[in-house]
């Protein structure tokens, strides 16, 4: 039996309607990230957890230790970053997030939790202290979801 099964076939085949239930691919269950105590998780970066092969404990693991931290993208954000360990093919892991303590929000009740918003791997090395684009589809999904 093929271990890889098709997006259409698994239970995020409704993500569009932003359920994302229990689902699970390569072992990871996200219906555990909704009692998690210390972040709150964002629809879109279980989206892209599960598109760039990031496991929640990866993402996690990047917050508290990052190896560079950085301005976010998006307005009272903060990018932090790891790197791979492979030197052949090196990547960066990148999560953006939200301090809750600074910030306030009308649609979100979350408590003093972190806003986990998105990660995604960055191929190659990322140039230091530069400022990169964020996309116009991503930004209105967030000022949607009432992240921003």
Do not use: C
């Not at 932090?80 to 990547?91: A, D, E, G, Y």
């Not at 009308?106 to 791997?121: F, Y």
């Amino acid at each position: 039996m093929n271990p890889v099964r098709s997006l259409a076939h698994s239970p995020l085949a409704n993500e569009s309607q932003g359920d994302l239930g229990g689902a699970t691919s390569n072992g990871m269950n996200f219906e555990s990230l909704k009692k998690d105590t210390k972040y709150h998780w964002t629809n879109h970066v279980i989206r892209k957890m599960l598109f760039y092969g990031l496991s929640p404990d990866r993402v996690k693991r990047v917050i508290r230790n990052p190896k560079r931290v950085e301005e976010g993208i998006a307005e009272n954000t903060i990018g932090v970053m790891s790197p791979s360990t492979n030197t052949k093919k090196p990547t960066e892991v990148w999560v953006m997030y939200q301090d809750k303590l600074k910030v306030k929000s009308e649609k979100l009740k979350v408590g003093n939790k972190k806003i986990i918003i998105s990660a995604w791997r960055y191929p190659g090395i990322s140039p230091i202290g530069k400022k990169i684009a964020i996309p116009q589809d991503i930004l209105e999904e967030l000022k949607n979801d009432g992240i921003f």
